[in-house]
DNA sequence: CGGCGCGTAGTACCCCGGTACCACTGCGGC
DNA sequence: GCCGCAGTGGTACCGGGGTACTACGCGCCG
């Protein structure tokens, strides 16, 4: 049995789902909540298995409550309904750490078939959605595994090399490395000398380029 | 009505699809292949609107295979099914411009809309293959649109310094942009001087780190 | 017309970064 | 015990990068 939440400002549209997910046996509406404040805390106190969030709402949005209900840890998952199909809802909503995103004139069944994937701890996307969704991830995603086995450098790097790497990847001065890894900037200078040969690097500006393109520097952190 | 290539070295396999896809009237079976050399041809030939795709096949495998037929540019789109579920795979073949990528093991009706998804555009991805696409997607792909706005700097940039700074984030010396781009080294100081001030960078390295968290830096591609 | 933004270009200066080369310690393996 | 490697540290040198400031032509707008 699969515990649900449904989010959504509209009173009508709550019913709409309540009424569907009543009439199959594998799903329990536990509870309903209008706006997003009220879906975090519902969601703290019901503890369903899904959480349906609609985005679209006053006060705190979807995407916010979104945010938070996964920033809490507990183990509902949370599956984005919208009626919109704009690329700004998906992109934050996955981010926030949605596990789906349907739209609103999703087919009963297939909804069912989102509520027990993402229970089961998978992810839906609804597929007019996937198509740009890929593209990106084709674009922006680098070359990844695979490649890194072949990849001469990166397995030749040391534990020690590595560290520094990931540390000119966040823009770092070598006197800053230094400082934060309590080195001397010599030794600094030597490890990072040693990356640029291994990876074929001619100064830290390709190193960084390098880090990005094999997933070990992160956007943002720091 | 959908026609469909499949492709799989497996005669039963094939043939197993074939019955399925036949037990319905809205999907033709146009051909099949047993390999992707065979498959990149037929789909020349027969122009399917959907190839179904194994992976692992001797000589040419599924993921080159796509890669020809979408290099090709031809309408086909290719859906590809495979028994294992291994991210480099998943990984590959959306790399590759494959449509869509489903397990072996979905239920007919699954397929069958994934076929019809794939038909008409969209995309699909197997459920319990999509949790750990998105959490990379999250990882991976920068701030983006509605943060760009935002973003004080970027759009304050002028094209010029906009295109110096996707040079600085290819890792290009100011002496190499001023070659490329038939400027006196001096300019170019002065154009990386104003990004840098623009989008808040200490030095052409963080310029990197921004451009590639904004999304203007493309992997690979030099 | 005068001003402003943009692109272009230059000079002068300083410092960080990268290279070359060397040296010591600690640890694991032959 | 000795060798090799990883990690640490140092000195010396120089070139590219970044800053500051100046300057000019061009197109656009009030």
Redesign the pocket.
Known sequence: MTTVLIVDDQPLQRYGFHILLDSVDETDVVGEAAHGAEAVRKTAELRPDVVLMDVRMPGMDGIEATRRIVAAGGRSRVLVLTTFDLDEYVHAALRAGASGFLLKDVRPEELLAGIRAVASGDAVIAPALTRRLLEEYARYVPAHRADRAEDPGLG?L????RE?LVA?GKG?????I?AR??????????????V??KIGA????Q?VIFAYDHGLARPTTD
């Open positions: 030749s040391t534990d020690r090399e520094i000119v770092w001065t070598n006197g800053e230094a890894f309590v080195l001397s900037e010599s030794t600094v200078k030597t490890h990072v000398g040693r640029l040969a001619r100064d830290r500006v190193a």
